[in-house]
């Protein structure tokens, strides 16, 4: 039975934006979050890999949570990235995003370790769920085998689901493996599967998928929430290869330093493009360049 609590649509995994000194720019950061939802989304995802999340503390991590909703953002709009290595970092993280009201959490597996079991895994889901015994918890799993090199198995996604149908509701594939999104979506019935990647989302739609969880979302909202809907209408193919098209742009060029240089251009705010390491900020030529490239392929800027 479907979860009448899942969340679905175009969903941005909100960049984060620091200052020159590497600070984080909180104002920035909020306002493009408002202006996300006011362009296209339906939710956001803070503190992912776009979020550079993994490059964030946890106090700065929860500081902008309480930000988000401070600033107006209903946290019926907010799906936070909460998995750490270490299950108590998961818990602490966790346990705010419900506390806040947030709609669900994406949970990245713990990843320092490699080839760990399915029954590792599990265990350590489990645990989380039952020290946080709460009902209002939502687990969306976060499946990013490419960076992460750990990932939630088809089998161990519906084992985590039949066991726990009323907290554990999706998954966010950005695996760039439609096989396995689709072998989800067809082990796991009523499971809110979204695409990590707008190119997956024509097909994720037809396939009975919730939408898509998607970096390119910051730039490209509008267009990419214009294929969500339209979805089953003659065109929709060609929006697809429209938005395929940008986004090939951006994962050439670097995908995070690519898109803060996107948004240090258009909003005419140099120090958008700065990145923390080990990620290095795209360089100006690089950037007029980028600018060139997706002028050429056709992109229209919303801001």
């Known amino acids: 039975m479907a979860n009448n609590d899942q969340m679905s649509g175009v969903i941005a995994p909100v960049v984060t934006p620091f ?22 989304c339906d939710a956001l995802a803070p503190f992912g890999t776009t979020s550079e999340a993994n490059s964030l503390g946890q106090t700065e991590r929860k500081q902008l949570l309480r930000g988000l909703v401070d600033s107006g953002i209903s946290p019926d709009d907010l799906m936070p990235g909460t998995g750490m290595c270490s299950l108590a970092d998961t818990l602490t993280l966790t346990r705010q995003a419900v506390e806040l009201g947030c709609r669900g959490v994406l949970l990245l597996p713990p990843f320092y370790y490699k080839n760990v079991s399915d029954d590792g895994l599990f265990q350590y889901v489990s645990e989380l769920i039952d020290r946080m015994e709460s009902s209002t918890l939502h687990i969306y799993l976060y499946h990013i085998p490419p960076v992460a090199q750990v990932g939630w198995s088809v089998d161990l996604v519906k084992r985590l689901a ?53 970096a390119m979302a910051n730039i490209n909202a509008p267009m ?70 997706l002028d050429e392929a056709g992109f229209s800027p919303s801001f």
Do not use: C
């Open 162 to 214: 039949d066991k726990f149908p009323e907290t554990v509701v999706g998954l966010k594939d950005s695996s760039g493996d439609w096989s396995y999104t689709e072998a989800v979506l067809e082990s796991v019935p009523d499971f809110a599967v979204f695409s990590g990647s707008e190119d997956f989302l024509l097909q994720n739609r037809r396939a009975g998928g919730a939408g898509t969880i998607t």
């Open 224 to 293: 990419i929430a214009e294929l969500y809907d339209k979805w089953e209408e003659p065109d929709a193919g060609e929006i697809q290869a429209q938005i395929s098209r940008i986004r090939e742009v951006i994962r050439d060029a670097g995908t995070i330093p690519a898109l803060k240089a996107v948004l240090a251009h258009y909003r005419e705010a140099p120090s958008l493009r700065t990145v923390r390491p080990p990620l290095l900020s795209m360089g100006e030529a690089a950037a007029t360049k980028l600018i060139r490239a």
């Open 19 to 40: 200052n020159d000194e590497g600070a984080v720019d909180e104002e920035r950061f909020y306002e493009h979050a408002h202006w996300l939802l006011s362009n296209g």
